[in-house]
């Protein structure tokens, strides 16, 4: 059976984890070998495989159970992620417990904390996370068909009978951003800002909560004359998709997003992080159709052509973007 847990409570700013290493001095180690009859370095043998067989780990709730994470649009998209949730059931044996954030704060918090084990992050929520502390592991990214390499676009968008031409006009007027934790709706609408010398500070930003209501704030033009989503085209509308007609919309200028990345927590045993290390950097459409999961229009919409591995270094553009971006303190954390 599925389990949903809703409004995930964001902890409090500043906890730490507590981690406990120990370390033993190679040299010795191999001073005590040399020492040792054969039969011994046997017995040693034997008692380090045998330690080695049992692994050593720990679960966000329990060993039946995998708790997943996702920002709050991706969760709002039950049926887009479905059979990957099935998918990851079929190949762990576990049952996924989806664990709905309230926040993009919340979900890097729970990473921090180790209340999630499996999550599907942006890639500016993982370097945040990461910044702070967080014990994950990237193992893809969705391969958009669009794109033709993991990622997506964060796109400048106003209505479609608007004047406006250029993300130049935007300074000085109301302009939508999903949250100050999204990366195709504040960081890289930050850098195209950026290139016409419009600092944050010389809009009216106005935060929309999600892709979605940021589309379709801009699609009315009321509360903001343009704004930033994620979406491929005007015909590919992302998590947008049914909440405005595709010709409500007028594209102005978009910027490719490292792709979003699916990660596994660090504490989990390493038979678990194995499989998730194999299976969720190229898992395909066909792969989870024959594990018997049957998939729908949204899920291979959204899923394009499956995941491509991606590691930390793949975000160091990310990286990079924040420090010629000073101004966005998220970037600094």
């Not at 409004?7 to 500043?14: I, K, N, R, S, V």
């Not at 390499?149 to 130049?168: L, M, N, R």
């Not at 195209?192 to 009315?220: C, E, R």
């Not at 947008?240 to 699916?262: R, T």
């Amino acid at each position: 059976m599925r389990m949903i847990v809703k409004g995930m409570t964001a902890l409090a700013a500043g906890s730490a984890l507590a981690l406990s290493l120990s370390a033993c001095s190679s040299a010795d180690a191999n001073t005590d070998d040399a020492a040792a009859t054969p039969a011994e370095q046997t017995a040693t043998t034997d008692a380090a495989s045998t330690d080695a067989g049992a692994s050593e780990g720990t679960y966000a709730k329990d060993e039946n159970t995998l708790v997943f994470g996702f920002l709050p649009d991706e969760a709002a998209a039950g049926d887009t992620w479905e059979p990957e949730v099935e998918y990851l059931e079929a190949i762990t044996g576990k049952t996924i417990e989806i664990k709905e954030t309230t926040s993009y704060a919340a979900l890097i918090e729970a990473a921090i904390a180790d209340q999630i084990d499996i999550a599907a992050f942006s890639g500016f929520t993982y370097v945040q996370a990461t910044n702070q502390g967080a014990e994950i592991t990237p193992t893809g990214a969705l391969d958009t068909e669009f794109a033709g390499e993991p990622g997506y676009y964060s796109t400048a968008i106003v209505p479609a009978d608007s004047e406006i031409e250029s993300v130049e006009e935007f300074a000085g007027k109301d302009i939508c951003f999903v949250n100050e934790s999204s990366t195709s709706g504040f960081l890289f609408p930050n850098f195209m800002l950026s290139q016409y010398d419009i600092a944050l500070s010389d809009v009216n930003a106005i935060y929309a909560g999600g892709h979605d209501i940021s589309a379709q704030k801009v699609a009315q033009g009321e509360e903001c004359v343009g704004g930033f989503a994620q979406l491929a085209t005007v015909e590919e509308t992302g998590p947008a998709a049914g909440l405005f007609e595709k010709d409500d919309l007028k594209v102005i200028q978009k910027e490719m997003v490292p792709g979003p990345p699916f990660v596994y927590a660090n504490h989990l045993p390493q038979e678990v992080k194995d499989i998730l290390a194999e299976k969720l950097s190229t898992v395909s459409l066909e792969d989870i159709k024959a594990e018997g999961i049957e998939t729908n229009e949204n899920f291979e919409t959204f899923w394009g052509a499956g995941l491509l591995p991606v590691d930390d270094e793949y975000f160091d553009s990310i990286r990079e973007l924040c420090e010629n971006l000073p101004e966005v303190e998220k970037c600094q954390a």
